[in-house]
Structure formats: structure tokens, C-alpha cells
């Protein structure tokens, strides 16, 4: 039974560029849920999915920001004109039914130069 | 605004011996659900321990055990026979029972000296 899987696990982008970020969910599960995890500091919640919806976004930022989860294939959290403030790792988790115990992934290492 | 506060940046334990980890927690909520997560050098995070507010009985996980005062809002994670791959980071969270998101502290380094 795969776990949360994440690609790429690292990605280097310049400033200006955009990163697209992948999550797969564990099987069965179709709640996923998208946080970022600064240098030093613990996991900060950006935003929670169902398929083809977005529930809860308070934690996303208000522009260049963007997450969607169609009904088929992987989460995808999008950035546009990245930042060198956007370097971070970000990690992607899932559950069963909202509000269940969630389940990480490796996370991705975002590197912007 | 919940928030999620674990005074100790690091921590060191002999192999074979116990440690505790603290984490205190802020909220108005009766009802919530408080974990622990290891985050090992691959930076992977994994679920050790979780807890439901309206239990009384502490959770235990093999060798992995919480100390959980509701009135204290405090909840430590008690690591007995420290074995080497316990070394990592642990977080505390929190999540509000009809919540989505986590609140996570800011971590605590675990290193077990052989």
C-alpha cells in the first residue's frame, strides 16, 4: 500500500519561473492537504482539497499561489514568478475522510536561486 | 488562534534510556485531537502518537507514550529504551475536532548518544 507520494522530491527554479509540485494520495484517499515548512521552523498550513474542490485556503497565500485537485490524476500546488522567499519544503498530506488523521509524503524541496 | 509551543529547540538521551518531550497548546476548544510526528534527516514525516481530547487515558505506542493534562493544556511525548533511530525532529500538533488543519509547534532535535 503506497504511502503519500511527492514529485519531484527537489526542484530548483530562478527567480521569475514557476513550480508545479505533485501530490499523490495515499489510496482510497481523497482529502489532501498542502503544507510549507520554512528553514527552522515547523509546518504552516496553505490549503485542503477534495477532489475538484478547494475547502480551505486561509493558509495560501493571496496571489501567485495556486492549488487544485481534479478528479483525476495528482494534486497540483503551483507557483508563479517564484521568489527566493518561496524556498521551502512543502508537503503534502492525505485522509481518508476530512478531519482523519493525516498522512505525510516525502515532501518537496523547493530551491529558488 | 490555536497555537502549538515546544519550549525545547533540542534534546539529547543516552541509548537505552527514557526522554520526554514537552509541548503546551492554546485553545478555547473541548474537543480536539493532539499528535506527534518524527521528522527523521530524510525529512519524511511520520505519525508516532495521537490523542483524542475526550479520552482520559494517555496514548501509548510501544516504547512512544504522552503524558496528556487537558486543564494544563500540556502534552509530552515520553521516549522509553531510546534506540539510535529515534534521532530526528519531533513536532507537536494540534487539530480542532471538526477542524481540517494541523497546528504544528516548531519542533524539538532529538539526539540519542550511543
Known amino acids: 500500500n503506497a504511502g503519500v507520494m511527492q514529485n519531484p522530491r527537489h526542484l530548483v527554479r530562478r527567480r521569475g519561473q514557476e513550480a508545479r509540485l505533485r501530490c499523490s494520495p495515499m489510496?482510497?484517499?481523497?482529502?489532501v492537504y498542502w503544507y510549507r515548512q520554512l528553514p527552522e521552523e515547523g509546518l504552516k498550513f496553505m490549503v485542503y482539497?477534495?477532489?475538484?474542490?478547494?475547502?480551505?485556503e486561509s493558509g495560501m497565500p493571496k496571489e501567485r499561489f495556486s492549488a487544485e485537485f481534479p478528479k483525476e490524476g495528482p494534486s497540483i500546488l503551483r507557483i508563479q514568478q517564484v521568489v527566493r522567499g518561496d524556498s521551502a519544503a512543502y508537503f503534502c498530506?492525505?485522509?481518508?475522510?476530512?478531519?482523519?488523521?493525516?498522512?505525510f509524503g516525502p515532501g518537496t524541496r523547493l530551491l529558488v536561486l | 488562534a490555536q497555537t502549538v509551543t515546544q519550549s525545547q529547540p533540542e534534546m539529547s538521551v543516552q541509548e537505552a534510556e527514557t526522554v520526554t518531550l514537552s509541548c503546551t497548546y492554546d485553545?478555547?476548544?473541548?474537543?480536539?485531537?493532539l499528535f506527534w510526528y518524527k521528522q527523521p534527516p530524510s525529512r519524511q514525516m511520520i505519525l508516532v502518537i495521537r490523542?483524542?481530547?475526550?479520552?482520559?487515558q494517555n496514548a501509548t505506542e510501544n516504547r512512544f507514550s504522552v503524558n496528556f493534562q487537558k486543564a494544563a493544556k500540556s502534552f509530552s511525548l515520553k521516549i522509553s529504551d531510546s534506540q539510535l533511530g529515534d534521532a530526528a525532529m519531533y513536532f507537536c500538533a494540534y487539530r480542532r475536532d471538526t477542524g481540517n488543519q494541523f497546528y504544528f509547534g516548531t519542533g524539538t532535535s532529538l539526539t540519542v548518544i550511543p
Open positions: 490523542q483524542e481530547a475526550y479520552k482520559q
Open positions: 485553545t478555547s476548544e473541548s474537543d480536539y485531537y
Open positions: 482539497l477534495q477532489k475538484e474542490n478547494i475547502i480551505d
Open positions: 498530506a492525505s485522509s481518508l475522510q476530512g478531519g482523519e488523521t493525516q498522512y
Open positions: 489510496k482510497g484517499h481523497s482529502h
